[in-house]
């Protein structure tokens, strides 16, 4: 009897046979060859990245509109619709500025942007959001840390040293990086009017960071500074990083109120209708309010997209806490998961979190401190304890190990 021929194995993609290939992967219909799966790969890296590998060249795939940004900012912001769209289209057009080709005399400026907000209101996760979309170099500094240069503290160069380390010191991919300056609000003057006196920590530091924002050629010490002195500076040229700074801007609602004539301090018949009042001020702000809370008018100019966010109510509280892709609920019953133990959390119990971040003022921030103190006992407890398999957090579980723990903070502080 003849023996059985055996079929004919070659790659569905090139027609490769078996013995042409170095490894042929079998599928459920087909096969793929190592030199077919390579370039799938690339093709796979190519279309998910959002910055192509010409980006350092000055390229940038500008494939995802504005919307699509928008719809990626959802899956981890709540709310904020409408700063949201602003950032969006202004870093949107920012990297359309670094793709434009310079066939005309038309130079399209960059537009560094301002968020106002008070705290815990997401301006922070904003801006990850957008580098993480971006897949862009991001630093974070904080304004509160820089002094004028010869004081105690650190030089505004600082900032670009920060962003030299994420980007693993390729000066190429800094240059087109974004940074981030926290609490902006707390480097404005003292005053109004320019003082006589020295302000170190405020009108000179607005100096200092004016140059950085409009764009200049910087030497910047890549390990910080002031504590190597001997080291070699590196040239870094801030004309395509964007800038985003934030402030919760504390006390500039009075200053809008006071120009829009709103009485935002004392009673009315209506008390909720003054609160909605002073909670919308915001909205309303001008650059001569940021001018007059204490930043330069140099430094305002250079901040022309101006987002405020609104400050978070119940449902918006509520929603932060369960719906984001790394929503607390779910980090913690990732956590528990991990133990084998199954969590969960009464509507009640959510509630409760929810009424306390209110109560203390804290925006979303303030959640992460009240579930800690709800879930450290049980955490402590649970991986040794055998058996158990699940656990349910009712108002009352959260209750009372909110109150145990926030005593014992409050006693120890």
Same mark, same amino acid.
Do not use: W
């Given at each position: 009897?003849?023996?059985?021929?055996?079929?004919?194995?070659?790659?569905?993609?090139?027609?490769?046979?078996?013995?042409?290939?170095?490894?042929?992967?079998?599928?459920?219909?087909?096969?793929?060859?190592?030199?077919?799966?390579?370039?799938?790969?690339?093709?796979?890296?190519?279309?998910?990245?959002?910055?192509?590998?010409?980006?350092?060249?000055?390229?940038?795939?500008?494939?995802?509109?504005?919307?699509?940004?928008?719809?990626?900012?959802?899956?981890?912001?709540?709310?904020?619709?409408?700063?949201?769209?602003?950032?969006?289209?202004? #870093?949107?057009?920012?990297?359309? %500025? $670094?793709? /434009?080709?310079?066939?005309? +005399? @038309?130079?399209?400026?960059?537009?560094? !942007?301002?968020?106002?907000?008070?705290?815990?209101?997401?301006?922070?996760?904003?801006?990850?959001?957008?580098?993480?979309?971006?897949?862009?170099?991001?630093?974070?500094?904080?304004?509160?840390?820089?002094?004028?240069?010869?004081?105690?503290?650190?030089? #505004?160069?600082?900032?670009?040293? %920060? $962003?030299? /380390?994420?980007?693993?010191? +390729? @000066?190429?991919?800094?240059?087109?990086? !974004?940074?981030?300056?926290?609490?902006?609000?707390?480097?404005?003057?003292?005053?109004?009017?320019?003082?006589?006196?020295?302000?170190?920590?405020?009108?000179?530091?607005?100096?200092?960071?004016?140059?950085?924002?409009?764009?200049?050629?910087?030497?910047?010490?890549?390990?910080?500074?002031?504590?190597?002195?001997?080291?070699?500076?590196?040239? @870094?040229?801030?004309?395509?990083?964007?800038?985003?700074?934030?402030?919760?801007?504390?006390?500039?609602?009075?200053?809008?109120?006071?120009?829009?004539?709103?009485?935002?301090?004392?009673?009315?018949?209506?008390?909720?209708?003054?609160?909605?009042?002073?909670?919308?001020?915001?909205?309303?702000?001008?650059?001569?309010?940021?001018?007059?809370?204490?930043?330069?008018?140099?430094?305002?100019?250079?901040?022309?997209?101006?987002?405020?966010?609104?400050?978070?109510?119940?449902?918006?509280?509520?929603?932060?806490?369960?719906?984001?892709?790394?929503?607390?609920?779910?980090?913690?019953?990732?956590?528990?998961?991990?133990?084998?133990?199954?969590?969960?959390?009464?509507?009640?119990?959510?509630?409760?979190?929810?009424?306390?971040?209110?109560?203390?003022?804290?925006?979303?921030?303030?959640?992460?401190?009240?579930?800690?103190?709800?879930?450290?006992?049980?955490?402590?407890?649970?991986?040794?304890?055998?058996?158990?398999?699940?656990?349910?957090?009712?108002?009352?579980?959260?209750?009372?190990?909110?109150?145990?723990?926030?005593?014992?903070?409050?006693?120890?502080?």
């Amino acid at each position: 009897m003849a023996k059985k021929e055996e079929p004919i194995v070659s790659c569905s993609f090139c027609g490769r046979s078996k013995k042409d290939a170095k490894v042929l992967v079998a599928g459920i219909d087909g096969h793929i060859c190592d030199t077919c799966a390579e370039q799938a790969l690339q093709i796979v890296q190519q279309e998910l990245k959002l910055i192509t590998t010409d980006f350092k060249k000055g390229g940038f795939n500008l494939k995802n509109k504005p919307k699509e940004i928008v719809d990626f900012l959802n899956q981890y912001v709540i709310g904020q619709e409408e700063a949201k769209k602003v950032l969006a289209v202004a #870093v949107y057009n920012h990297y359309k %500025r $670094l793709n /434009q080709k310079r066939d005309d +005399d @038309v130079e399209i400026e960059k537009s560094n !942007i301002l968020l106002i907000g008070s705290t815990g209101t997401g301006k922070t996760l904003l801006a990850k959001s957008i580098a993480k979309f971006l897949q862009v170099p991001f630093a974070i500094v904080d304004a509160t840390v820089f002094t004028e240069a010869g004081y105690v503290g650190e030089d #505004v160069e600082s900032i670009l040293s %920060r $962003l030299l /380390q994420v980007s693993n010191y +390729d @000066v190429d991919a800094a240059e087109k990086g !974004i940074i981030y300056i926290d609490e902006v609000d707390k480097i404005a003057r003292k005053g109004d009017n320019p003082s006589i006196t020295r302000d170190v920590s405020g009108e000179g530091v607005q100096q200092g960071l004016l140059k950085l924002l409009e764009g200049s050629e910087v030497l910047v010490p890549p390990q910080g500074g002031r504590k190597h002195p001997d080291q070699k500076m590196v040239k @870094v040229n801030t004309h395509n990083i964007l800038f985003i700074c934030a402030g919760a801007f504390e006390g500039i609602e009075k200053i809008i109120g006071q120009r829009l004539n709103t009485n935002i301090v004392g009673f009315k018949k209506d008390a909720n209708e003054n609160e909605l009042k002073k909670d919308n001020l915001l909205r309303h702000i001008a650059p001569s309010d940021i001018k007059k809370f204490g930043l330069i008018p140099e430094l305002i100019g250079r901040l022309p997209v101006s987002v405020h966010l609104n400050p978070l109510d119940k449902t918006a509280l509520k929603s932060i806490l369960t719906e984001p892709k790394n929503a607390l609920v779910k980090q913690y019953k990732k956590l528990f998961s991990i133990e084998n133990i199954e969590l969960s959390f009464e509507d009640a119990a959510i509630d409760f979190i929810v009424e306390k971040a209110l109560e203390y003022k804290l925006g979303a921030r303030g959640l992460r401190s009240i579930c800690e103190a709800i879930m450290t006992d049980a955490m402590y407890e649970m991986p040794s304890q055998k058996g158990i398999k699940e656990l349910v957090v009712t108002k009352e579980f959260a209750q009372t190990n909110f109150e145990k723990n926030h005593k014992l903070n409050v006693d120890a502080a």
